[in-house]
């Protein structure tokens, strides 16, 4: 199911540090834990949360999900994927921002945003525009 794989990167990736807040990837997580909550207590009772590992079990069922889980599944792909298309924006408008100011910066738990914003003054105000406009600022 794609979009049990779509929600499986895009944990990946919020791990890392890579896509939205704390609170978006709980927002997600809620959604999916939510819409698939009889999936989850009944196929996958005994597996351990983290990791993707309750996504795997829900992938390993596909073929048994109620409507209501395959939209939550759904929804939270979308959500990602805007996210997604969101952070290849502000990537490409601030690309040689963060190469002059935040090379060196650890990718992850929001710190290259922070460094943007520790250099807002010397930071382009087409990077500035950019993390405005998909809501980071």
């Known amino acids: 199911m794609k979009h049990v794989y779509l929600i499986a990167c895009g944990v990946?990736?919020?791990?890392?540090?890579?896509?939205?807040?704390?609170?978006?990837?709980?927002?997600?997580?809620e959604t999916v834990a939510y819409g698939c909550q009889a999936e989850i207590t009944i196929y996958?009772?005994?597996?351990?949360p983290g990791e993707g590992r309750v996504l795997a079990c829900l992938y390993a069922h596909q073929d048994k999900l109620s409507g209501k889980c395959?939209?939550?599944?759904?929804?939270?792909?979308?959500?990602?994927?805007?996210a997604v298309a969101?952070?290849?924006?502000?990537?490409?408008?601030?690309?040689?921002?963060?190469?002059?100011y935040c090379a060196d910066?650890?990718?992850g738990e929001g710190?290259?945003?922070?460094?943007?914003?520790?250099?807002d003054a010397k930071v382009s105000k087409r990077c500035k525009d950019a993390i405005k406009e998909v809501g980071l600022k």
């Open 70 to 82: 395959e939209y939550a599944l759904y929804d939270a792909a979308s959500r990602l994927e805007r």
């Open 12 to 29: 990946i990736m919020m791990s890392l540090g890579l896509a939205g807040s704390l609170s978006a990837e709980e927002n997600i997580i």
């Open 111 to 119: 710190r290259v945003l922070e460094c943007l914003k520790k250099n």
């Open 44 to 48: 996958c009772k005994d597996v351990t």
């Open 105 to 107: 910066v650890q990718v």
């Open 86 to 100: 969101a952070l290849g924006y502000i990537a490409d408008e601030c690309e040689a921002d963060l190469m002059s």
